[in-house]
């Protein structure tokens, strides 16, 4: 099977540039997750979805954040304009809670905001 | 609101020691909980998962946990650590009946095994 995809996996760019993270999470999962994950304060989850509605997006930091889930297959985060203190990575994980399924984590993407 | 709390921040053992890590939440009501590992530059892992039953539950690679309900402790143990366990171990709980999806995650303990 295969697993969270996203991408890309790193993304330099400079401040005040749009940001956009993808992910597409797990076949037959009915939930998805994002998070961001820094030395300082670990792991955040940022929002999450249910059957691609937004349940809960109480951990996106501000109005720069946003996350759309179009579709069950394909979820994206965006940051505009970005900042330096939102280099971090940042994790997609998806579920099936119907099933008890526990999440599971892509491989991340890397962001540094120069 | 409900936390994690993993008390051991970083652990240092030698080869073939016992690990206990420890994970304690303060949610009373029904919970899931999970224990996730992270290697390094890797994503995270699912290492075991309690949802209900057996309260002392066997995950990959050689480790368990205890699910003490009297104490909301979910300790991670290992009899015998290899090199190969260095990683940054993450304890979440979900509270079950809330109907929420979302886990808190502890804020990791970071495991180094020397060999």
């Known amino acids: 099977d295969a697993g969270v995809i996203q991408s890309p996996r790193h993304e330099v760019t400079e401040m005040g540039q749009e940001v956009t993270l993808r992910c597409k999470p797990i076949s037959g999962h009915n939930s998805l997750f994002w998070y961001r994950q820094t030395m300082m304060r670990g792991l955040e989850l940022l929002i999450y979805?249910?059957?691609?509605?937004?349940?809960?997006d109480s951990g996106m930091p501000e109005d720069r954040f946003s996350a759309k889930m179009p579709n069950a297959s394909f979820s994206t985060l965006k940051i505009q304009p970005s900042e330096p203190r939102d280099s971090a990575v940042y994790f997609c994980?998806?579920?099936?809670?119907?099933?008890?399924?526990?999440?599971?984590f892509g491989d991340g993407t890397r962001l540094s905001i120069l | 609101a409900q936390s994690v709390s993993q008390h051991n921040h970083h652990v240092i053992l030698s080869e073939a020691a016992s690990l206990e890590l420890g994970c304690n939440y303060s949610y009373g009501g029904t919970v899931n909980l999970f224990w996730y590992v992270q290697y390094p530059g890797q994503h995270l892992q699912l290492l075991l998962k309690?949802?209900?039953?057996?309260?002392l539950v066997k995950g990959i690679k050689g480790f368990e946990a205890e699910f003490i309900k009297s104490k909301f402790s979910f300790n991670l143990r290992k009899p015998s650590v290899q090199w190969s366990d260095t990683a940054e171990y993450f304890c979440a709980v979900n509270d079950s009946a809330s109907g929420t999806y979302k886990y808190i995650f502890g804020t990791g303990t970071r495991l180094k095994v020397l060999a």
């Open positions: 994980a998806s579920s099936n809670w119907d099933r008890d399924q526990p999440q599971h």
């Open positions: 309690y949802f209900s039953g057996d309260p």
């Open positions: 979805f249910n059957n691609n509605v937004p349940i809960d």
